[in-house]
């Protein structure tokens, strides 16, 4: 159980146009998900807290506005590169919890990443 | 920045040996917990220890925890090369906050 599906798991797209990559929790509802950003050999760096119909809670650094998130049901969320640049290549995970989850204590279910290029 | 720092960053042994890796973090926590991530793929989760235990046991993973010392090691017993992976902590908190922090990683490679 706790499946996360992510797609798509590779894209390459052109300088200045948008990407989206779905995150889908197939098996459990997720109330909370998380969006990942992922360099070569470094750890994840959050982005965003997606918390299901509501705004994402982004980090700081983070543009929202480039980084468009939408958690419309219990079972998907949505990231959306939007002008994309070089500088945005990278491998971009998410992860969810499950609802009525004690938050802190219990553990996060990742999707299988999505490698983004930028050419 | 991160909170947890992994150490080593990258170990190399031979099949059947025992793996050790070690986490540091910086604040108090409510949990810590480790995480697998083979290359290019997402992460698995492991274990989870929570701030009131010392010890955890599943099957051949051992994880401590010292929260006097802020640190935790993962040790994997008798390794295969399946082994070979990414290993991060990730710890936790509940000030109001579900967000996991994740370490920096060791990079695992287990020698057939």
């Known amino acids: 159980g706790a499946v996360v599906s992510q797609h798509p798991s590779r894209v390459i797209c052109k300088s200045g146009t948008s990407v989206k990559i779905e995150c889908r929790s197939l098996?459990?509802?997720?109330?909370?998900m998380f969006w990942y950003r992922q360099f070569p050999k470094k750890s994840l760096m959050l982005m965003a807290t997606?918390?299901?119909?509501?705004?994402?809670?982004?980090e700081q650094g983070v543009e929202k506005d480039k980084f468009l998130i939408n958690h419309a049901s219990l079972t998907l969320s949505t990231l959306t590169v939007t002008s994309a640049h070089p500088e945005d290549s990278s491998f971009y995970i998410c992860?969810?919890?499950?609802?009525?989850?004690?938050?802190?204590?219990?553990?996060?279910?990742f999707g299988n990443g999505t490698r983004l290029t930028v050419t | 920045s991160q909170q947890g720092e992994e150490d080593p960053q990258a170990l190399s042994i031979q099949e059947g040996e025992n793996a050790t890796m070690n986490c540091s973090y910086k604040?108090?926590?409510?949990?810590l917990q480790w995480y697998r991530q083979n290359s290019g793929r997402g992460l698995v989760h492991l274990i989870l220890?929570?701030?009131?235990?010392r010890e955890k046991h599943s099957g051949r993973l051992r994880v401590t925890l010292d929260t006097s010392k802020k640190s935790s090691s993962l040790l994997i017993t008798a390794s295969r090369a399946a082994d070979t992976a990414s290993y991060f902590c990730?710890?936790?908190?509940?000030?109001?906050?579900?967000?996991?922090?994740f370490g920096t990683g060791t990079r695992l490679t287990i020698i057939p």
């Open positions: 992860s969810a919890r499950g609802q009525g989850a004690m938050s802190y204590n219990s553990p996060l279910h």
């Open positions: 220890i929570r701030s009131n235990e």
């Open positions: 098996d459990f509802q997720a109330t909370t």
């Open positions: 604040t108090s926590i409510n949990n």
């Open positions: 997606s918390n299901e119909g509501s705004k994402a809670t982004y």
């Open positions: 990730a710890t936790g908190s509940n000030f109001g906050n579900e967000k996991l922090t």
